[in-house]
């Protein structure tokens, strides 16, 4: 079973390879007209400016960190979010040894609940649409919409409504 913990000072190296050996396997996979660039690679290596701004979260099975997640409050430095309330997700990605295994919901969940539990109820994420990653574009937005009475549970579509 996956446990999702903050992520520590100690885990920046492993999370910013992972992001990276993660990235690159699901745009190869899914997206191979995609390419990230050196600038984009160095950004995911750079886990510790990110942790300095943003809550991030580390999952782990049988000890090792396996996925993560990262949660930017609004206004903060990197946020892509403009909507009033509205926290950025961004850099959630699994090991790609456990990709398949649906640990990313668990994670984008905890994300969801970490802040919903905060008081934000809009999530703006980016979403690839192709090209350079990492050079000015080729990335759309999606909005998640959480209504006040939801249990930030099972959302994974934009606009979803929970229960």
Not at 19 to 26: F, M, P, R
Not at 39 to 62: F, W
Not at 77 to 95: F, V
Not at 124 to 132: F, L, S, V
């Amino acid at each position: 079973m996956l446990r999702v913990r903050p992520a520590r000072p100690e885990d920046d190296a492993v999370i910013g390879e992972l992001l990276v050996q993660s990235y690159l396997a699901a745009y190869a996979r899914k997206m191979p007209e995609v390419v990230l660039t050196a600038r984009r690679l160095a950004d995911l290596r750079d886990v510790g400016t990110r942790r300095a701004i943003a809550t991030l979260l580390a999952g782990e099975l049988e000890g090792r960190v396996v996925g993560t997640v990262a949660l930017f409050p609004p206004g903060a430095a990197g946020s892509e979010a403009w909507l009033p309330n509205a926290a950025d997700l961004r850099h959630l990605a699994t090991h790609p040894s456990v990709h398949g295994q649906v640990l990313s919901t668990t994670l984008f969940n905890h994300g969801i609940a970490a802040l919903f539990r905060d008081g934000r109820r809009r999530i703006y994420r980016t979403e690839p649409t192709g090209g350079e990653v990492g050079e000015g574009g080729a990335l759309r937005p999606a909005i998640f919409e959480l209504p006040a009475s939801s249990n930030a549970r099972g959302c994974l579509q934009p606009h979803c409504r929970l229960p």
